[in-house]
Structures are given as C-alpha cells and as structure tokens.
C-alpha cells in the first residue's frame, strides 16, 4: 500500500508503508532514490510490486535485461567503471586539490585553467570546453540557500549518476523476475560499499549525480536543454533532503 501523504508533486518520493523506512536495508535503498523515484515506484519496496508491465517492458529494452547474469554485468560495469572519463576526473581532481588548500573555496574558472596548464594541459580545446561546461552547469544548479547544491560546492567526480542507477538496477530486476528481493539486496548493498567510501554525505553524492547526469548526457557540452533535463534530479534531490517535505536523506543517516 502507498503512502499518500507525502506531496503529490514531481519531486514526492512516494513509500511503501509495508516497509518501515528506518532499517539498514532502506537506507541502502535510498541510494536508488532518484532512479526508482523516476520509475513510479516506492523508493523502499524491495519488491518492485508497482512496476507496470509498460515499465517492465521499457527498462528491458533499453538496458537489455533478459537474464541474471546481464543484470549483474551491467550492476558490475556502473559500480566499477562508473561511466567515467579519466581525463575529466584528473581535471576535477586538480581543482578539489586547489579548494581543499585554499579552506574549501574552489578556484574560479580562470583559476582552475591556469593550474591545468601549470600540470602539462593546454587549458584549451577539449579541456577549456570540460572547464566552461562544469562552470555552466554548476551556475545552473547551485545557489546559496540550497541544501543540495550550495553555490560553493565542490564537486569530485560524476559516479553518483552511475552509482545511483547501479543501486536501482536490482530492484528492477526484482520487478522483471529475474532475481529475489534477497539477491538485489545483497548487489544494492555491494554498490553502496562503494558509494559510502567514496561519498561523506547525501547532499555530497547528489551533487555529484546531478552533475554527473548533465555532463553524461550533453556529452560534456554546456546547453540549456540539458540543464532542464538535469534539474528535475535537482529538484527532486533537493525534496529528499528537506525534512518538512517527507525528505528520506534528511532522516536516513549516511554512515550504516
């Protein structure tokens, strides 16, 4: 059964009352949030009840789910590959070194190239248009009054977006009877082992999926159009840290 008293809008992040939201295995859950959250379904059921035939048939074919063993590549491919570009994580490693030395204020943009041409970059081509996307998209998502994104916020690397699918993918192969709701749970939380590491807080790991999406999608090019379709995660990320909204990650602690 459905727990309708949370908001009814995009970002409601709708819970199965069947399962309590305060135990170890829905805290791991909340880690698919945004990906089950986009699918219609209770976030905590690891059942999968809700998901349609309609669904079902949608994520088989665009992940090309027909056995177990496809399931537990692609859970594998995104917890380990994580969809990364190791050119892009060099550069944002650079400038978390910068902002961690400078008390957490990350460079400006003209900061940031100059220290990739002081480490044997060129600061243009490829890498100017990495650094003016990354610059455009946070200005898109940040202000100073957001729990999530705050305009500070400096973000490390683009896994979340591919962490957050590998958490969901399971229990959607719960719904497309391919493995037990024991079986997801254990691959759920072998992705959060790596999520928690790599991670220190909810607002951390959704920045990092909001802008992993955007940079994902646009292919690292700085357009309007995917930062609409990036800002739906925003927003919705935003609802689950707010405790006046039913938020699951403003109650749900991060460490488990």
Partial sequence: ?????????????????????????????????????????????PTAAAMSE????????????HSRADLAQVVTWLSTQRRRREHW????????????????QRPCTAEWLSLIAQSGGTGLGDELDFVRSV?????????????????????????GYALGQAAAIPIWGVGLGLI????????VEQVNEIARTEFGSWQ?????????????????AAA????????????????????ARGGPWATLPWWV
């Fill in 89 to 104: 994580q060099q550069l944002l490693a650079l400038r978390d070194r910068a902002a961690r030395a400078n008390g957490g």
């Fill in 54 to 65: 309609e669904q079902a048939t949608a994520i088989r074919e665009w992940w090309g789910f």
């Fill in 135 to 159: 610059a455009y998209f946070e200005r898109s998502f940040g202000h100073a009054d957001s729990v999530l994104y705050p305009t500070q916020a400096t973000v490390t690397s683009f896994d």
């Fill in 180 to 187: 037990s709701p024991d079986e997801a749970l254990e691959l």
């Fill in 204 to 220: 951390q790991f959704g920045c990092s999926y909001a802008l992993g999406r955007a940079m994902h999608w646009s292919d690292g």
């Fill in 1 to 45: 059964m459905l727990n309708t008293s949370l908001p009814s809008d995009d970002c409601a992040h709708h819970t199965h009352i069947d399962f309590p939201i305060g135990t170890r295995d829905a805290n791991l859950l909340a880690l698919g949030l945004q990906q089950l959250s986009r699918s219609a379904q209770p976030w905590n059921d």
């Fill in 224 to 243: 309007a159009h995917h930062v609409h379709f990036a800002a739906e995660a925003v927003s919705s990320m935003e609802s689950a840290l707010d405790p």
